[in-house]
Protein backbone atom coordinates (compact mmCIF):
# COMPACT_ATOMS: atom_id res chain seq x y z
CA UNK A 1 0.00 0.00 0.00
CA UNK A 2 1.26 3.27 -1.17
CA UNK A 3 2.55 5.36 2.07
CA UNK A 4 2.89 9.38 1.78
CA UNK A 5 6.06 11.02 3.12
CA UNK A 6 8.13 14.17 3.02
CA UNK A 7 12.05 13.93 1.29
CA UNK A 8 14.39 15.31 3.68
CA UNK A 9 17.58 15.08 1.88
CA UNK A 10 19.39 13.73 -0.84
CA UNK A 11 21.52 10.59 -0.37
CA UNK A 12 25.16 9.84 -2.01
CA UNK A 13 23.62 8.21 -5.11
CA UNK A 14 21.08 10.56 -5.54
CA UNK A 15 18.22 8.48 -3.68
CA UNK A 16 15.92 11.32 -1.92
CA UNK A 17 15.67 9.95 1.72
CA UNK A 18 12.33 10.25 4.07
CA UNK A 19 12.58 10.05 7.54
CA UNK A 20 9.93 7.33 8.57
CA UNK A 21 8.80 5.93 12.48
CA UNK A 22 10.48 2.32 10.61
CA UNK A 23 13.96 4.82 10.44
CA UNK A 24 15.06 6.23 7.10
CA UNK A 25 14.27 5.25 3.76
CA UNK A 26 15.51 5.53 0.32
CA UNK A 27 13.62 6.63 -2.55
CA UNK A 28 15.27 6.74 -6.30
CA UNK A 29 13.66 9.60 -8.08
CA UNK A 30 12.49 12.01 -5.02
CA UNK A 31 14.02 15.34 -4.00
CA UNK A 32 14.29 16.92 -0.86
CA UNK A 33 11.06 18.99 0.21
CA UNK A 34 8.93 16.83 -1.93
CA UNK A 35 5.57 15.23 -0.66
CA UNK A 36 5.59 11.82 -2.40
CA UNK A 37 4.45 8.12 -2.39
CA UNK A 38 5.93 5.70 -2.11
CA UNK A 39 5.58 1.68 -1.83
CA UNK A 40 8.36 0.52 0.69
CA UNK A 41 10.19 -2.55 0.65
CA UNK A 42 12.81 -2.48 3.69
CA UNK A 43 14.59 0.75 3.82
CA UNK A 44 14.22 1.16 -0.01
CA UNK A 45 11.22 1.90 -1.58
CA UNK A 46 9.85 2.84 -5.09
CA UNK A 47 7.92 6.35 -5.63
CA UNK A 48 4.62 5.82 -7.14
CA UNK A 49 3.70 9.60 -7.20
CA UNK A 50 4.79 13.33 -6.40
CA UNK A 51 2.20 14.81 -4.82
CA UNK A 52 4.56 18.18 -4.09
CA UNK A 53 7.19 18.66 -6.56
CA UNK A 54 10.41 20.60 -5.66
CA UNK A 55 10.95 23.63 -7.68
CA UNK A 56 14.41 21.77 -8.19
CA UNK A 57 12.69 19.21 -10.62
CA UNK A 58 13.11 18.75 -14.10
CA UNK A 59 11.76 17.02 -16.92
CA UNK A 60 14.40 13.94 -17.83
CA UNK A 61 15.35 13.95 -21.47
CA UNK A 62 15.72 10.30 -21.88
CA UNK A 63 12.70 8.51 -22.74
CA UNK A 64 14.50 5.01 -20.49
CA UNK A 65 14.97 7.44 -17.55
CA UNK A 66 13.46 5.96 -14.24
CA UNK A 67 14.11 2.11 -15.79
CA UNK A 68 17.47 2.13 -17.33
CA UNK A 69 20.34 1.98 -14.42
CA UNK A 70 22.79 4.13 -16.27
CA UNK A 71 21.08 7.48 -14.71
CA UNK A 72 20.25 8.46 -11.82
CA UNK A 73 20.06 12.21 -11.80
CA UNK A 74 18.00 13.80 -14.88
CA UNK A 75 15.38 14.81 -13.03
CA UNK A 76 16.91 17.56 -11.19
CA UNK A 77 17.52 20.78 -12.25
CA UNK A 78 21.18 22.06 -13.36
CA UNK A 79 22.39 23.67 -10.70
CA UNK A 80 21.17 21.75 -8.02
CA UNK A 81 22.20 18.94 -9.44
CA UNK A 82 25.74 20.38 -9.43
CA UNK A 83 25.70 22.15 -5.84
CA UNK A 84 24.49 18.46 -4.73
CA UNK A 85 27.83 16.48 -6.69
CA UNK A 86 29.95 18.98 -4.88
CA UNK A 87 29.05 18.91 -1.52
CA UNK A 88 29.05 14.81 -1.96
CA UNK A 89 32.93 15.67 -2.36
CA UNK A 90 32.90 18.25 0.82
CA UNK A 91 31.29 16.36 2.98
CA UNK A 92 33.46 13.40 2.20
CA UNK A 93 36.69 15.13 2.65
CA UNK A 94 35.36 16.41 6.31
CA UNK A 95 34.49 12.51 7.25
CA UNK A 96 38.40 12.24 6.70
CA UNK A 97 38.45 15.49 8.52
CA UNK A 98 40.07 17.19 5.67
CA UNK A 99 39.92 21.11 5.88
CA UNK A 100 40.33 22.47 1.68
CA UNK A 101 38.20 24.10 -0.34
CA UNK A 102 36.56 22.32 -3.26
CA UNK A 103 37.07 24.45 -6.37
CA UNK A 104 33.83 24.48 -8.50
CA UNK A 105 32.92 20.98 -10.21
CA UNK A 106 34.37 21.28 -14.08
CA UNK A 107 31.91 19.32 -16.74
CA UNK A 108 33.38 17.45 -18.51
CA UNK A 109 30.73 15.35 -20.36
CA UNK A 110 31.84 17.10 -23.51
CA UNK A 111 30.49 15.48 -26.36
CA UNK A 112 29.22 11.93 -24.26
CA UNK A 113 30.30 8.73 -22.89
CA UNK A 114 32.85 7.32 -25.74
CA UNK A 115 32.12 3.91 -24.68
CA UNK A 116 28.81 1.88 -23.82
CA UNK A 117 28.07 -1.24 -22.46
CA UNK A 118 25.21 -3.23 -24.07
CA UNK A 119 23.42 -6.34 -22.62
CA UNK A 120 21.95 -8.82 -24.55
CA UNK A 121 19.70 -11.67 -23.45
CA UNK A 122 18.05 -14.85 -24.48
CA UNK A 123 14.75 -15.04 -21.70
CA UNK A 124 14.32 -18.62 -20.67
CA UNK A 125 11.34 -19.59 -23.49
CA UNK A 126 9.80 -22.45 -20.67
CA UNK A 127 9.34 -19.18 -18.34
CA UNK A 128 7.31 -16.17 -20.27
CA UNK A 129 8.61 -12.94 -19.36
CA UNK A 130 5.19 -10.58 -18.93
CA UNK A 131 7.60 -7.60 -18.83
CA UNK A 132 8.23 -8.12 -22.35
CA UNK A 133 6.53 -8.46 -25.64
CA UNK A 134 9.68 -9.64 -27.35
CA UNK A 135 10.47 -13.38 -25.93
CA UNK A 136 13.28 -13.73 -28.33
CA UNK A 137 15.75 -11.46 -27.33
CA UNK A 138 16.22 -8.53 -25.37
CA UNK A 139 19.13 -5.82 -26.57
CA UNK A 140 19.86 -3.02 -23.69
CA UNK A 141 21.19 -1.78 -20.33
CA UNK A 142 20.73 -2.50 -17.52
CA UNK A 143 18.04 -1.88 -14.42
CA UNK A 144 18.84 -0.41 -11.88
CA UNK A 145 20.10 -2.47 -8.55
CA UNK A 146 18.96 -5.31 -11.34
CA UNK A 147 19.67 -8.31 -13.51
CA UNK A 148 16.76 -7.16 -15.92
CA UNK A 149 17.85 -5.76 -19.40
CA UNK A 150 15.38 -2.55 -20.78
CA UNK A 151 15.47 -2.38 -24.04
CA UNK A 152 16.77 0.53 -25.17
CA UNK A 153 16.96 1.84 -29.16
CA UNK A 154 19.01 5.05 -28.35
CA UNK A 155 21.51 6.95 -25.54
CA UNK A 156 21.08 10.24 -25.87
CA UNK A 157 24.29 10.72 -22.92
CA UNK A 158 26.60 8.64 -25.37
CA UNK A 159 28.69 10.35 -28.16
CA UNK A 160 26.89 10.67 -31.28
CA UNK A 161 28.50 7.90 -32.84
CA UNK A 162 27.42 5.95 -30.74
CA UNK A 163 23.73 7.58 -29.59
CA UNK A 164 21.63 5.65 -32.20
CA UNK A 165 24.15 3.18 -33.63
CA UNK A 166 25.03 1.16 -30.11
CA UNK A 167 21.89 -0.74 -30.21
CA UNK A 168 21.73 -1.70 -33.69
CA UNK A 169 25.36 -3.67 -33.06
CA UNK A 170 24.41 -5.09 -30.10
CA UNK A 171 21.09 -6.54 -31.57
CA UNK A 172 23.39 -7.49 -35.09
CA UNK A 173 25.48 -9.64 -32.66
CA UNK A 174 23.02 -11.12 -30.61
CA UNK A 175 21.21 -12.11 -33.76
CA UNK A 176 24.82 -13.20 -35.47
CA UNK A 177 25.57 -15.58 -32.22
CA UNK A 178 22.37 -16.08 -30.72
CA UNK A 179 22.05 -20.16 -31.13
CA UNK A 180 23.98 -20.23 -28.08
CA UNK A 181 21.93 -18.64 -25.98
CA UNK A 182 24.56 -17.03 -23.62
CA UNK A 183 23.96 -13.33 -22.08
CA UNK A 184 26.44 -11.59 -23.85
CA UNK A 185 27.96 -8.21 -22.44
CA UNK A 186 29.00 -6.21 -25.43
CA UNK A 187 31.07 -2.85 -24.79
CA UNK A 188 31.47 -0.74 -27.59
CA UNK A 189 34.12 1.83 -27.46
CA UNK A 190 33.89 5.10 -30.30
CA UNK A 191 37.30 5.82 -31.88
CA UNK A 192 38.80 8.20 -34.73
CA UNK A 193 38.83 5.20 -36.77
CA UNK A 194 35.29 3.91 -35.83
CA UNK A 195 33.79 1.64 -33.50
CA UNK A 196 35.38 -0.84 -31.21
CA UNK A 197 33.71 -3.54 -29.94
CA UNK A 198 34.46 -6.13 -27.84
CA UNK A 199 32.29 -9.39 -26.71
CA UNK A 200 32.07 -10.98 -23.35
CA UNK A 201 29.86 -14.18 -22.29
CA UNK A 202 30.20 -16.38 -25.56
CA UNK A 203 33.15 -18.06 -24.53
CA UNK A 204 35.07 -19.84 -27.55
CA UNK A 205 33.35 -19.33 -31.10
CA UNK A 206 32.96 -22.16 -33.91
CA UNK A 207 35.49 -21.41 -37.37
CA UNK A 208 31.99 -20.92 -38.78
CA UNK A 209 30.92 -18.02 -35.95
CA UNK A 210 34.32 -16.61 -36.17
CA UNK A 211 34.16 -16.28 -39.90
CA UNK A 212 30.58 -14.96 -40.03
CA UNK A 213 31.91 -12.14 -36.82
CA UNK A 214 34.44 -11.32 -39.77
CA UNK A 215 31.88 -10.23 -42.18
CA UNK A 216 29.43 -8.77 -40.25
CA UNK A 217 32.06 -6.50 -38.60
CA UNK A 218 32.32 -5.28 -42.46
CA UNK A 219 28.77 -4.96 -42.55
CA UNK A 220 28.88 -2.40 -39.49
CA UNK A 221 31.60 -0.78 -41.06
CA UNK A 222 33.52 -1.82 -37.48
CA UNK A 223 37.04 -0.99 -36.57
CA UNK A 224 37.77 -3.89 -34.64
CA UNK A 225 35.69 -7.05 -33.21
CA UNK A 226 36.96 -9.16 -30.90
CA UNK A 227 35.57 -11.89 -28.58
CA UNK A 228 36.40 -12.07 -25.04
CA UNK A 229 39.98 -9.37 -25.84
CA UNK A 230 40.68 -11.68 -28.76
CA UNK A 231 40.56 -10.00 -31.60
CA UNK A 232 38.33 -11.69 -34.66
CA UNK A 233 39.16 -8.95 -37.22
CA UNK A 234 41.51 -5.55 -37.22
CA UNK A 235 39.87 -3.50 -40.20
CA UNK A 236 41.24 -0.02 -39.42
CA UNK A 237 43.45 0.21 -35.71
CA UNK A 238 41.33 2.14 -33.23
CA UNK A 239 43.36 4.48 -32.40
CA UNK A 240 42.86 6.93 -29.76
CA UNK A 241 45.27 10.05 -29.98
CA UNK A 242 46.87 11.17 -26.13
CA UNK A 243 48.09 14.58 -26.54
CA UNK A 244 50.95 13.85 -29.99
CA UNK A 245 49.95 10.18 -29.59
CA UNK A 246 48.04 7.72 -31.39
CA UNK A 247 47.28 4.76 -28.94
CA UNK A 248 45.71 1.64 -30.10
CA UNK A 249 44.60 0.14 -26.70
CA UNK A 250 43.52 -3.68 -26.62
CA UNK A 251 40.31 -4.70 -26.60
CA UNK A 252 38.46 -3.91 -23.31
CA UNK A 253 40.98 -2.02 -21.66
CA UNK A 254 39.83 0.76 -19.13
CA UNK A 255 39.90 4.29 -20.86
CA UNK A 256 38.69 7.17 -19.32
CA UNK A 257 34.65 7.45 -19.93
CA UNK A 258 34.46 10.77 -21.91
CA UNK A 259 37.15 11.98 -24.39
CA UNK A 260 36.61 15.42 -22.74
CA UNK A 261 37.18 14.41 -19.06
CA UNK A 262 40.83 12.61 -19.88
CA UNK A 263 41.95 15.95 -21.63
CA UNK A 264 41.12 17.73 -18.20
CA UNK A 265 42.73 15.00 -15.99
CA UNK A 266 45.31 15.60 -17.85
CA UNK A 267 45.79 18.84 -18.24
CA UNK A 268 45.66 19.19 -14.47
CA UNK A 269 48.14 16.47 -14.67
CA UNK A 270 51.07 18.10 -17.41
CA UNK A 271 50.02 21.69 -15.55
CA UNK A 272 51.34 20.76 -12.02
CA UNK A 273 54.35 18.73 -13.38
CA UNK A 274 55.65 21.58 -15.34
CA UNK A 275 59.19 21.61 -14.36
CA UNK A 276 59.24 18.11 -13.08
CA UNK A 277 62.31 16.34 -15.00
CA UNK A 278 61.31 12.87 -13.82
CA UNK A 279 57.68 12.16 -13.56
CA UNK A 280 55.95 8.77 -12.31
CA UNK A 281 52.86 7.76 -13.55
CA UNK A 282 51.20 4.81 -11.25
CA UNK A 283 48.36 3.17 -12.65
CA UNK A 284 49.46 4.46 -15.93
CA UNK A 285 46.64 2.45 -18.20
CA UNK A 286 47.23 2.83 -21.94
CA UNK A 287 48.91 6.13 -20.98
CA UNK A 288 46.11 9.08 -21.47
CA UNK A 289 48.90 10.98 -18.95
CA UNK A 290 51.99 9.12 -19.72
CA UNK A 291 52.13 10.14 -23.37
CA UNK A 292 51.24 13.92 -22.67
CA UNK A 293 53.33 14.67 -19.93
CA UNK A 294 56.52 12.86 -22.06
CA UNK A 295 56.04 15.81 -24.24
CA UNK A 296 58.32 17.49 -21.46
CA UNK A 297 59.20 14.96 -18.86
CA UNK A 298 61.13 12.03 -18.86
CA UNK A 299 57.99 9.86 -17.54
CA UNK A 300 58.29 5.80 -16.05
CA UNK A 301 54.58 4.26 -16.50
CA UNK A 302 53.51 1.50 -13.93
CA UNK A 303 50.71 -0.51 -14.34
CA UNK A 304 49.58 -4.35 -14.40
CA UNK A 305 47.67 -4.66 -17.76
CA UNK A 306 49.90 -5.99 -20.00
CA UNK A 307 48.14 -5.31 -23.23
CA UNK A 308 48.04 -1.40 -21.37
CA UNK A 309 51.58 -1.44 -21.41
CA UNK A 310 52.15 -2.43 -24.39
CA UNK A 311 50.08 -0.37 -25.75
CA UNK A 312 51.77 2.53 -24.15
CA UNK A 313 55.17 1.47 -25.16
CA UNK A 314 54.48 1.11 -28.53
CA UNK A 315 52.74 5.04 -28.99
CA UNK A 316 55.76 6.06 -27.15
CA UNK A 317 58.17 4.54 -29.91
CA UNK A 318 56.66 5.41 -32.43
CA UNK A 319 55.87 8.86 -31.54
CA UNK A 320 58.04 11.74 -32.67
CA UNK A 321 59.67 14.33 -30.37
CA UNK A 322 58.68 12.34 -26.94
CA UNK A 323 61.29 11.96 -23.88
CA UNK A 324 62.22 8.57 -22.56
CA UNK A 325 59.26 6.62 -21.72
CA UNK A 326 60.12 3.67 -19.43
CA UNK A 327 57.39 0.90 -18.61
CA UNK A 328 56.87 -1.41 -16.09
CA UNK A 329 54.77 -4.00 -14.96
CA UNK A 330 53.83 -4.33 -11.60
CA UNK A 331 51.28 -4.93 -9.01
CA UNK A 332 51.02 -1.55 -7.00
CA UNK A 333 48.45 -2.94 -4.36
CA UNK A 334 51.14 -5.73 -3.43
CA UNK A 335 54.57 -4.14 -4.52
CA UNK A 336 54.12 -0.33 -4.70
CA UNK A 337 56.97 1.91 -5.36
CA UNK A 338 59.32 2.24 -2.54
CA UNK A 339 59.87 5.32 -0.79
CA UNK A 340 63.95 5.34 -2.11
CA UNK A 341 62.28 4.18 -5.77
CA UNK A 342 60.23 7.31 -5.29
CA UNK A 343 62.26 9.55 -4.33
CA UNK A 344 64.12 9.74 -8.10
CA UNK A 345 60.80 11.48 -9.53
CA UNK A 346 60.11 15.11 -9.22
CA UNK A 347 56.64 14.87 -9.45
CA UNK A 348 54.16 10.85 -9.04
CA UNK A 349 50.55 11.03 -10.97
CA UNK A 350 48.95 8.43 -9.28
CA UNK A 351 44.96 7.27 -10.62
CA UNK A 352 44.10 3.75 -9.05
CA UNK A 353 40.89 1.78 -9.49
CA UNK A 354 37.69 2.41 -7.10
CA UNK A 355 39.57 0.74 -4.67
CA UNK A 356 42.14 3.61 -4.15
CA UNK A 357 45.81 3.22 -3.50
CA UNK A 358 46.48 2.86 0.27
CA UNK A 359 49.75 0.50 0.46
CA UNK A 360 51.66 2.99 -2.67
CA UNK A 361 50.20 6.29 -0.76
CA UNK A 362 52.04 5.17 2.87
CA UNK A 363 54.68 5.36 0.59
CA UNK A 364 54.77 8.05 -1.01
CA UNK A 365 54.20 9.38 2.24
CA UNK A 366 57.51 8.04 3.53
CA UNK A 367 59.31 9.68 0.52
CA UNK A 368 60.71 13.52 -0.89
CA UNK A 369 59.12 13.59 -3.75
CA UNK A 370 57.70 16.99 -4.18
CA UNK A 371 54.60 16.72 -5.64
CA UNK A 372 51.92 14.14 -6.21
CA UNK A 373 48.63 14.57 -8.55
CA UNK A 374 45.85 12.58 -7.41
CA UNK A 375 43.19 11.28 -9.76
CA UNK A 376 40.27 9.20 -8.71
CA UNK A 377 36.82 8.44 -9.35
CA UNK A 378 35.67 7.42 -5.50
CA UNK A 379 35.65 10.32 -3.40
CA UNK A 380 36.17 8.20 -0.22
CA UNK A 381 39.41 6.14 -0.96
CA UNK A 382 40.91 9.62 -2.56
CA UNK A 383 40.49 10.92 0.76
CA UNK A 384 41.36 8.47 2.56
CA UNK A 385 44.92 8.16 0.65
CA UNK A 386 45.34 12.07 0.43
CA UNK A 387 44.85 11.76 4.29
CA UNK A 388 47.68 9.21 4.37
CA UNK A 389 49.51 11.77 2.40
CA UNK A 390 48.73 14.59 4.84
CA UNK A 391 50.20 12.85 7.69
CA UNK A 392 53.41 12.26 5.72
CA UNK A 393 53.52 16.24 5.16
CA UNK A 394 51.60 17.24 2.01
CA UNK A 395 49.16 19.90 1.78
CA UNK A 396 46.30 19.58 -0.36
CA UNK A 397 47.00 22.65 -2.63
CA UNK A 398 43.91 22.13 -4.68
CA UNK A 399 40.81 19.62 -5.09
CA UNK A 400 38.65 19.43 -8.24
CA UNK A 401 35.68 17.48 -8.96
CA UNK A 402 35.47 16.67 -12.34
CA UNK A 403 32.38 15.72 -13.88
CA UNK A 404 33.01 13.19 -16.62
CA UNK A 405 29.88 10.68 -15.40
CA UNK A 406 27.22 13.60 -15.89
CA UNK A 407 23.70 12.28 -14.61
CA UNK A 408 25.03 9.83 -12.45
CA UNK A 409 26.05 10.25 -9.25
CA UNK A 410 29.63 8.90 -9.63
CA UNK A 411 32.45 11.60 -9.55
CA UNK A 412 36.27 12.07 -10.81
CA UNK A 413 38.39 14.11 -8.37
CA UNK A 414 41.64 15.72 -8.98
CA UNK A 415 43.95 16.32 -6.16
CA UNK A 416 47.16 18.36 -6.26
CA UNK A 417 49.51 17.54 -3.10
CA UNK A 418 52.92 19.56 -2.23
CA UNK A 419 55.39 18.61 -0.03
CA UNK A 420 55.65 21.09 2.20
CA UNK A 421 58.94 22.19 3.82
CA UNK A 422 59.31 20.67 7.37
CA UNK A 423 59.45 24.38 9.18
CA UNK A 424 55.96 25.11 7.68
CA UNK A 425 54.10 21.67 9.04
CA UNK A 426 51.76 21.26 11.88
CA UNK A 427 53.06 19.57 15.07
C1 LIG B 1 41.38 4.33 -13.13
S1 LIG B 1 42.39 3.42 -14.24
C2 LIG B 1 43.48 4.68 -14.77
C3 LIG B 1 44.25 4.39 -16.00
C4 LIG B 1 44.90 5.62 -16.68
N1 LIG B 1 45.55 6.46 -15.72
C5 LIG B 1 43.88 6.37 -17.48
O1 LIG B 1 43.63 7.55 -17.17
O2 LIG B 1 43.36 5.83 -18.46
C6 LIG B 1 43.29 2.44 -13.17
C7 LIG B 1 44.36 1.58 -13.82
O3 LIG B 1 44.99 0.83 -12.78
C8 LIG B 1 45.30 -0.45 -13.27
N2 LIG B 1 45.42 -1.32 -12.09
C9 LIG B 1 44.41 -1.94 -11.40
N3 LIG B 1 44.93 -2.60 -10.36
C10 LIG B 1 46.26 -2.41 -10.37
C11 LIG B 1 47.33 -2.84 -9.54
N4 LIG B 1 47.09 -3.62 -8.50
N5 LIG B 1 48.59 -2.44 -9.84
C12 LIG B 1 48.82 -1.65 -10.90
N6 LIG B 1 47.85 -1.20 -11.74
C13 LIG B 1 46.59 -1.59 -11.48
C14 LIG B 1 44.16 -0.79 -14.20
O4 LIG B 1 44.58 -1.77 -15.15
C15 LIG B 1 43.87 0.57 -14.84
O5 LIG B 1 44.58 0.74 -16.03
Redesign the pocket.
Known amino acids: MAERVTIERLGARADGIAATPDGPVFVPYALPGETAEIAKDGQRARLVRVVDASPERETPFCPYFGECGGCATQHMRHAFYQAWKQDILAQTLRHARIEAPVEPMIDAHGEGRRRVTLHVRFPDVRSPDVRSPDRAMHVGFMAARSHHVIGIDHCPIAVPALRQSAPRIARAIGEHLKSARKPLDIQITATRAGLDVDIRGHGPAKDRDRLGLVDLAAALDLARLSLHGDVVVERRPPAILMGRAAVVPPPG????ATERG?AV??GFAVEACRGAKRVA??????????LRLAERSEVHA????KG?MAALDRAARTTQGLRRVTVEA??????PLLAPELNAFDAV?I?????G?EAQARQIAASKVPLVVS???DAATFARDAAILMEGGYRLERVVPVDQFKHSPHLEVVGILRREPVSNRRQ
Not at 302 to 305: I, S
Not at 330 to 335: A, Q, S, T
Not at 351 to 355: E, L, Q, S, T, V
Open positions: SFLQELADLFSGCGPFAVETDSRDLFRRVDPPRAAVSC
